[in-house]
């Protein structure tokens, strides 16, 4: 079985996190599913048989800075950043997700984790290899 791999633009986009927050905590960070993920299914941690084993989506500890509501903030501009320019598939956070389903509006999350530690962010099957810059205020960008 070949080794598992994150998708490059997943990769980026953890790499603009932690250039802007470099003291951020790191415990309830994630990329690969645990065989216990695993049996439950569907989810973007699990490596696609069918791409070469890659994983398409992170979780991102919610402790970026002393700021509480900095990670609220921060997936609020990722979800932004879905809505105009694709590449990122949905985010959960709060016990909010936003997808293309009512055109990433935050809705309600009824899935069995609230995700009140750490933001998921999935990618589109299209990013596999897309490694550019995520125009993303808080991340480095600028406002368009
Ligand atoms: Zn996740």
Redesign the pocket.
């Known amino acids: 079985m070949s080794k598992p791999w994150l998708s490059k633009a997943a990769a980026q986009l953890r790499e603009q996190i932690d250039d802007s927050y470099p003291d951020r905590k790191r415990q309830s960070d ?1 990329w690969n599913a645990d065989a216990n993920h695993k049996r439950r299914g569907k ?3 699990i490596p696609d048989p069918k791409a070469n084993f890659v994983v398409r ?3 991102v500890d919610a402790r970026l800075s002393d700021d509480k509501r900095t990670s609220a903030y921060l997936a609020d501009q990722i979800r932004l950043y879905a809505k105009r320019h694709g590449r990122i598939h949905y985010v ?1 956070h709060l016990g909010m997700i936003a997808s293309p389903i009512m055109n990433y509006k935050w809705r309600r999350y009824r899935g069995y984790n609230p ?1 009140n530690h ?1 933001i ?1 962010i999935s990618f589109r099957k299209d990013q596999d290899n897309n490694s550019e810059f995520f125009n993303i205020p808080l991340l480095g960008g600028t406002n368009e």
């Open positions: 994630g989810s973007d941690h989506a992170i979780d959960i995700h750490h998921h």
